[in-house]
């Protein structure tokens, strides 16, 4: 059998709930996007109840945020 095709927001998702998380610069290269569709995809996971958080360097020397989930949405029953 084969695997089963790994869709971009899938890729992204896992990105994401990795413990040190994401750039926004390694998901458009993951993915192929531009900037502005990350972003949109970044929204669109907070849309569906997702908590992303976006947290900075604290060391001063600026670089580039990082991108967590830190919570999913509740299952349905």
């Not at 896992?14 to 569709?37: F, N, P, V, Y």
């Not at 670089?63 to 509740?74: D, K, L, W």
Request: proline share 4%; glycine share 10%.
């Amino acid at each position: 059998m084969s695997k089963p095709k790994q869709t971009k927001k899938a890729k992204v998702r896992a990105m994401l709930e990795r413990a040190d998380g994401t750039t926004l610069d390694a998901i458009c290269k993951a993915t192929g996007w531009q900037a502005h569709s990350a972003r949109a995809a970044l929204s669109g996971f907070r849309k569906a109840g997702h908590t992303v958080e976006r947290s900075t360097p604290s060391d001063g020397k600026g670089g580039a945020a990082r991108y967590r989930i830190t919570a999913s949405p509740a299952a349905t029953e």
